[in-house]
């Protein structure tokens, strides 16, 4: 069974950081993209961060841009979530996702979803 197990999460103040690992237990996704979603209390999932297999194309979200940073190391099958200056409103469930096409993560539709990581920030 494929599995996804993000970590990293946690309580952090306003402006500082945090970084979010997705391990995959599956070697083969070292060949797909992968991304980042979150999902704050009473609203819906939204993507954040996409990254295709050699990690040369990365997509995010306008409001992350410039202070996240979405890298991979396909040799440990993990992706990464650098988040720098955070702020109160990025306070949500953090989940990585998979598939074989950067634009279907990007859409919001990936095929493989992983369990998520609270991330909450204080002002």
């Known amino acids: 069974q494929v599995q996804l197990l993000a970590s990293g999460g946690g309580l952090v103040q306003a402006g500082g950081s945090l970084r979010l690992s997705c391990a995959a237990s599956?070697?083969?996704?070292?060949?797909?993209?992968m991304g980042w979603f979150r999902q704050a209390p009473g609203k819906e999932r939204e993507f954040v961060a996409a990254?295709?297999?050699?990690?040369?194309?990365?997509y995010y979200a306008d409001s992350v841009e410039g202070r996240f940073t979405i890298s991979r190391d396909n040799a440990k099958n993990t992706l990464y979530l650098q988040m720098n200056s955070l702020k109160p409103e990025d306070t949500a469930v953090y989940s990585c996702a998979v598939d074989q096409y950067i634009e279907t993560l990007y859409s919001g539709s990936p095929h493989y979803w992983g369990q998520g990581t609270q991330v909450t920030v204080s002002s």
């Open positions: 990254t295709s297999w050699s990690g040369g194309i990365t």
């Open positions: 599956e070697r083969a996704f070292s060949s797909y993209a």
